[in-house]
């Protein structure tokens, strides 16, 4: 398996731009999640799914934020309009359910991050 | 309010110097409490996870615990290559769904 897939790698764009960045779990996987990693803030959870649903969107710093996950194997995660204090390393996550329902105890991998940057 | 803190923020160990790393909590219904190895440009990677008070797991050099309190990354005779920032993760029972938290982390520098 690749792994889980992040595009872009990077982006660069200015103040008040859409931002969109996507993510592909690993296939069979039941959860993903959106992380943001600042040097002030460490790594932030935005938002996570179950099977497709988002179930605690309580991370997503504002309105200007949005995660959809429409099918399975993709999600994206929006910023509109972009600021420079939302500059940050983007990661997706996913995990596989693990035994006994609604208990998340498996690890998540991660992918390799999507570096923005808002000018 | 929950809250996972990790200390030191970083450490500088010589080759072969062992030591530990602290990742304490305050939430209510722990599930299960992570460690992960992140290196730079990298994302987290997953070393561990322990449920309950008691608990241990080892893995070549590293060797996590975990108390009611707390939990502790023991580094055994530390190799250049182990030189990374480890981060506690914990995931908490919340109203109606699992929460997720994770700490700052620990930066670890060995030196040859």
């Known amino acids: 398996d690749a792994g889980v897939i992040q595009s872009p790698r990077h982006e660069v764009t200015e103040m008040g731009q859409e931002v969109t960045l996507r993510c592909k779990p690993i296939?069979?996987?039941?959860?993903l999640f959106w992380y943001r990693q600042t040097m002030m803030r460490g790594l932030e959870l935005l938002i996570y799914?179950?099977?497709?649903?988002?179930?605690?969107d309580s991370g997503m710093p504002e309105d200007r934020f949005s995660a959809k996950m429409p099918n399975a194997s993709f999600s994206t995660l929006k910023i509109q309009p972009s600021e420079p204090r939302d500059s940050a390393v983007y990661f997706c996550a996913s995990s596989p359910m693990a035994g006994g329902g609604s208990f998340i105890g498996n690890e998540q991998f991660f992918g390799p991050g999507t570096r923005l940057t808002v000018l | 309010e929950d809250q996972v803190t990790q200390s030191p923020e970083a450490l500088r160990l010589q080759e072969g110097e062992s030591s530990s790393l602290n990742c304490s909590y305050t939430?209510?219904?722990?599930?299960?409490l992570f460690w992960y190895r992140q290196d730079p440009g990298k994302g987290p990677e997953f070393l561990f996870t322990l449920y309950s008070a008691g608990e241990e797991k080892e893995k070549e050099r590293l060797k996590a615990t975990l108390t009611k309190k707390e939990s502790f990354l023991h580094i055994t005779a530390p190799k250049p290559e182990d030189s990374a920032t480890y981060l506690c993760a914990v995931q908490a029972l919340g109203y109606n769904f699992n929460k997720f938290y994770f700490g700052s982390g620990t930066k670890l520098n060995v030196k040859p």
């Open positions: 939430v209510s219904g722990l599930r299960g």
């Open positions: 296939s069979g996987h039941d959860y």
């Open positions: 799914f179950n099977n497709n649903v988002p179930i605690d």
